[in-house]
């Protein structure tokens, strides 16, 4: 497999090599049933830290899998740490989804099997954000396996992709409010302030951008000053002075909340 060079630059060419390995132990575990895999998120827009990003990856279905097939994938993921280097298959974060699925508009309501770095292997129902993983596969993703991803993906439109931004926040940010318990770490923190940057970026413009070229935008003009420092601290994070941000970074989510026309409760005073 010609590994991209997106992907040798962000990671090495070991990074690369684990990806290969991925594609050829899905292949073995599903047969026929696997259409393709698919690299998006930060490792294909450029933004991947290798010390804190995620490797999202797209595997295409012509089918759901079964309970069978999500055995053996469960499987293949356990062996993959032992392929040398524990991190990347630590942080895989992979979903099989059926290839039809991206032809179609909007997101139907069916469950597929998610590899998760903190959550493991579970089936679990598509989420609201699947329509802005399609945009950014369309523009951005790297095809590591299968057709090409222009042929199979169909466009998702600037109002749809709002839509899916706003209940997104609405179903994954919200109940955070009530049980912040994430919020106590500092890299948490970090994270839901970048990702709070991405999301007002998207909801003002209606562009998906990189968390780097969303925090880049907060900064840019007073619609965002007031949360400068908070932004500033996050993006250095974890250089600089990192003094505790939990209290800031609930109130700037329920800032973007807000935005995003989302009720919520007040904070406890």
């Excluded at 759901?64 to 499987?75: S, V």
């Excluded at 466009?155 to 106590?184: D, I």
């Excluded at 908070?230 to 935005?259: M, N």
Aim: proline residues 7%.
């Amino acid at each position: 497999m010609d590994v991209d060079p997106r992907i040798v630059r962000a990671g090495g060419p070991v990074l690369g090599t684990f990806l290969s390995l991925a594609v050829s132990s899905w292949r073995s575990a599903l047969g026929r049933n696997l259409v393709g895999v698919y690299v998006h998120g930060s490792l294909a827009t450029g933004a991947f830290n290798p010390r804190t990003s995620d490797i999202d990856v797209l595997a295409t279905t012509r089918t759901l899998t079964d309970g069978p097939a999500n055995e053996r994938i469960h499987e293949v993921h356990r062996a993959m740490h032992g392929w040398g280097d524990d991190r990347w298959a630590d942080r895989l974060d992979a979903a099989f989804v059926p290839a039809k699925v991206l032809a179609m508009s909007g997101t139907p309501r069916i469950a597929v099997l998610e590899l998760h770095p903190d959550e493991g292997c579970a089936v679990r129902p598509l989420g609201s954000d699947f329509l802005i993983q399609k945009r950014l596969l369309r523009e951005q993703g790297i095809t590591l396996f299968g057709p090409k991803l222009s042929k199979i993906v169909a466009p998702v439109t600037t109002g749809e992709l709002r839509e899916a931004q706003a209940a997104f926040l609405r179903e994954s940010w919200l109940p955070q409010l009530e049980f912040p318990g994430q919020f106590l770490k500092r890299v948490f923190q970090a994270y839901a302030v970048l990702t709070m940057c991405r999301a007002l970026c998207l909801l003002a413009t209606g562009n998906v951008v990189t968390k780097p070229e969303a925090a880049a935008w907060a900064l840019h003009g007073p619609y965002l000053e007031v949360w400068h420092p908070l932004i500033h601290s996050a993006i250095a994070y974890p250089g600089g002075v990192q003094p505790d941000q939990r209290l800031a970074t609930l109130d700037f989510i329920r800032f973007t909340l807000d935005e995003a026309g989302i009720g919520h409760a007040a904070p406890s005073s």
